[in-house]
């Protein structure tokens, strides 16, 4: 069996996978853009991954030389964990999940802030239950093993491999990681790998870690995204559970012809009884972050109850407080002028393109935000207009 991992950076990185891994493995680089040349050219499981988010590891394996299945997928995050922080990389996780593969993020349970603090020394954060809350839903509505590790630290600062930005690899969190893409590798030799995967003792323990940590204070709750007994998340969150009837008029009266254009909404949306609503201030700014990341969490943790996002409790829906469909529009105006290949005839610079969508079309090449929203959102509203998710 040979391991290829598909990453994103430096040689350092490359160095500390193998060590990670135990074992040489072949590197190719993810492309830098779902629209580039490369991504057309990637194993159809790689490309679906990408689809909502992009780790910054995929390991794959083959058994035969030529047909690849994927292993497991690592996201290593030093950020602060705080809850809009942490749930900005879960769409990476559910990326991976949704598309079959095992995933794994290793981020810190607190960590200092860089800058001092008013009162003249840094603030402690701490990792809200929301991304381990969110990863046993997954694993609950997925069945795929997803998993949380600690990025070791002393007293906030994060301990590091040496002189690269990586965690340390004898550290006892990052031991148990070792041992976990160890035990994947011996059940990857599986048909079924995922249930040889799930068999591990190393799987189940690290699992109700995870859980464990997920209810440590209670579940989250649209109340309390964040979880815990103070007020994490609330703020950021501003999540609404209201009547889907009182909904539909709210948007009636307030979004200019919208009546006319809610004539259309598919029937999956009037007949959920109830909604859950958040406002996200921004859609294409800055990548749409942070609420591009919350929402793979929103769906997961409160909505979801089944794999598909027709299975779902309440429809989930964005009130894009300010802003304009023209957001939508635009980007969707440019996507079809910089990357269609359609608007030219076939020629050598963009066969691979138009191959990719003759078959495809722009699903996976429009930007992320688009993708994101049009994949898991059921109603985007926005001042002057209204979109569904018919899928």
Known sequence: MSLIAYYEGSDALREWLEKLVGEQ???RKLPTANSSNAFTQL???VADILYLDKPDVIISGTIDGV???PMFSIELATCTPQYQHALQRFSRMMASVVGGCP???VIPARKRENMESEGGSPRMYVRSQALDYGTVRLMDTFGIPALVFDWPDSDGILMMEGNDPFPPLNSPSIK?????LAGAKKAFRNIDYISGLWRLPDVRTLVERTRERAYRDGAPSLDKPGGGTGVAGTTQANLEL?????????IRTNVPHSAALLKSAPDFLRKREKSVVFRPTRLMKHAGDPYVGMVGYYDIAFCRNGRSTRDRMYNLVAWCNGLSISDVQDAMRRTNQEQCPFVEDVNPKNILQ???HLRHGCRETKAKPLRIYSELVDLLVFEDGVIFNVG
Do not use: G
């Open 176 to 180: 148990h990681l070792r041992a976990l």
């Open 67 to 69: 047909h690849e299945r």
């Open 354 to 356: 138009y191959s990719y």
């Open 25 to 27: 493995l072949e590197f």
């Open 43 to 45: 194993p159809a499981y």
């Open 103 to 105: 995933s794994a993020i």
């Open 242 to 250: 209201v009547s889907t009837d009182d909904l539909l008029r709210d």
